[in-house]
């Protein structure tokens, strides 16, 4: 059962989305050669509780941290630590906040001082596929519409998309229906309807879409050792446009 918002529950996600969207932006802001991981976590842990929320990735099954920073090869789940980041790092940062029953959830890759032209187009075309997959994200059509469209858009682009991993619905629960992938052919899934939430997050890799999970059973990197980068934003289905949920106003 994909959950439908009503009118009151639409305006407590544009809450929980807008403290998650305002804690990636302080995140950002932080990414600079000599800050550690955990610095940056610690920042955006403090936020969200200032803002009366919680974060949503803290104790989610067991995961140790408020954010997830992933750096260069690794993909998403990068765990916190004393990692300092260095000039040329890309750093992806997945935040998530919980306040009046909803989750909010997004994330971005950052640049780290000045990085390599491959770098910043893997991070701008993973940025636009979003936008390509979103503008198929109206009433009628169907979940894999958005899917075909990010695939299309990074496959021309010459990276990869990565496939173990994928977007989903998001509401009072971090994780719900439906299921969306950021690969597949079109017309396929459940129908788009308006009140339906859906965090809508292309994860893309420089070389091969194949990804490892290491020991710790969350920080996925590369198979090949490249860059990935990730960008994410949850997204209400309308009438009209989808309305992109996780904004950031005054910041
Ligand atoms: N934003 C991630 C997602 O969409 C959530 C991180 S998983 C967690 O799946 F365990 F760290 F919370
Ligand atoms: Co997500």
Redo the contacts with the bound molecule.
């Keep these: 059962m994909i959950p439908i918002k009503n009118e009151r529950e639409i305006c407590l996600m544009r809450r929980a989305c807008r403290i998650t969207a305002a804690a990636r932006a302080l995140a950002g802001e932080m990414v600079r050669p000599g800050v550690t991981t955990k610095q940056i976590d610690k920042a955006v842990h403090d936020y969200i509780v200032s803002q009366g929320a919680t974060p949503?990735?803290?104790n989610?099954?067991?995961?140790p941290?408020s954010a997830?920073i992933s750096v260069n090869n690794t993909v998403?789940?990068g765990i916190p630590d004393g990692r300092v980041l260095q000039e040329g790092d890309i750093v992806s940062i997945?935040?998530?906040a919980y306040i009046g029953g909803f989750h909010g959830?997004?994330?971005a890759t950052f640049a780290c001082g000045e990085i390599s032209p491959e770098a910043q187009r893997l991070i701008d075309v993973t940025r636009q596929s979003f936008y390509e997959g979103i503008a198929h994200a109206r009433k009628g059509n169907r979940v894999s519409d958005i899917s075909h469209a990010v695939q299309s858009y990074v496959e021309a682009n010459g990276f990869s998309v990565v496939r173990a991993?994928i977007?989903?619905g998001?509401g009072a629960n971090?994780?719900e229906e439906p299921e969306v992938p950021n690969f597949g052919k079109p017309g396929r899934g459940p129908r788009l309807i308006p009140g339906m939430t859906i965090?809508v997050?292309p994860m893309v890799n420089a070389g091969t879409y194949d990804v490892r999970v290491l020991r710790d059973n969350?920080t996925t990197v590369t198979a090949d050792g490249k860059l990935s980068a990730h960008y994410?934003n949850t997204v209400l289905i309308t009438d009209g446009e989808p309305e992109i949920l996780t904004v950031t106003e005054g910041l």
């Design positions: 949503s990735f803290l989610y099954n067991g995961y941290a997830c998403i789940h997945d935040v998530g959830d997004c994330a991993f977007g989903h998001v971090l994780h965090a997050e969350w994410e």
